[in-house]
């Protein structure tokens, strides 16, 4: 305050003169380097104040800025901590996913099968004539997979499903 008070006695004056003199030669673009200029040295000497410092002497303020050192050092401690582990989810999450989805491409009926059998019946119709109909029931469909199948599918979907979701997370998380 007392910093303030010796710029109010001493350059605010000035100011407050410049903007109640009424001649016509001066404009606002004379008064206003006028205002910016001593708005600047009014934060050059709050910055090389002590005030702060001196104010720093008593137990409560000393013990406040124990406390906000170290929770500055815990947080910081925690986020690198926080981050490091996004990174490592990051990497589990991708590797799985690559690892999954071969795993489910691997399980897919081969579509092979299907195109041979098919190409199979073209041949004996073409040999036999247009009269001889094959037994289309034959033809392995997509429908007709065991239920052990189904399910070993279900799981390898859901867990990728899941796998996404938490690279995703992880994503906004270090986003955050």
Same mark, same amino acid.
């Given at each position: 305050?007392?910093?303030?008070?010796?710029?109010?006695?001493?350059?605010?004056?000035?100011?407050?003169?410049?903007?109640?003199?009424?001649?016509?030669?001066?404009?606002?673009?004379?008064?206003?380097?006028?205002?910016?200029?001593?708005?600047?040295?009014?934060?050059?000497?709050?910055?090389?104040?002590?005030?702060?410092?001196?104010?720093?002497?008593?137990?409560?303020?000393?013990?406040?800025?124990?406390?906000?050192?170290?929770?500055?050092?815990?947080?910081?401690?925690?986020?690198?901590?926080?981050?490091?582990?996004?990174?490592?989810? *990051?990497?589990? #999450?991708? /590797?799985?996913?690559? &690892?999954?989805?071969? $795993?489910?491409?691997? %399980?897919?009926?081969?579509?092979?099968?299907?195109?041979?059998?098919?190409?199979?019946?073209?041949?004996?119709?073409?040999?036999?004539?247009?009269?001889?109909?094959?037994?289309?029931?034959?033809?392995?469909?997509?429908?007709?997979?065991?239920?052990?199948?189904?399910?070993?599918?279900? *799981?390898?979907? #859901?867990? /990728?499903?899941?796998? &996404?979701?938490?690279? $995703?997370?992880?994503? %906004?998380?270090?986003?955050?």
């Amino acid at each position: 305050m007392r910093i303030l008070r010796c710029l109010s006695r001493k350059t605010l004056p000035r100011i407050c003169k410049c903007q109640f003199i009424s001649t016509p030669h001066l404009t606002s673009d004379h008064i206003f380097p006028q205002r910016s200029d001593t708005l600047a040295q009014i934060l050059d000497v709050l910055k090389g104040s002590t005030i702060a410092e001196e104010r720093g002497i008593d137990v409560n303020s000393k013990f406040w800025a124990t406390y906000k050192k170290a929770s500055t050092e815990y947080d910081n401690d925690f986020l690198d901590r926080a981050n490091d582990d996004m990174d490592i989810i *990051l990497t589990f #999450a991708g /590797l799985f996913s690559a &690892v999954n989805s071969t $795993f489910i491409v691997g %399980m897919q009926p081969d579509p092979g099968d299907t195109t041979n059998v098919l190409i199979l019946y073209l041949i004996q119709i073409s040999v036999n004539g247009p009269n001889s109909v094959p037994d289309i029931s034959t033809l392995s469909s997509s429908t007709g997979f065991s239920s052990s199948t189904v399910w070993m599918q279900t *799981l390898a979907y #859901a867990s /990728l499903a899941f796998s &996404v979701l938490a690279a $995703f997370g992880a994503v %906004m998380c270090k986003q955050w």
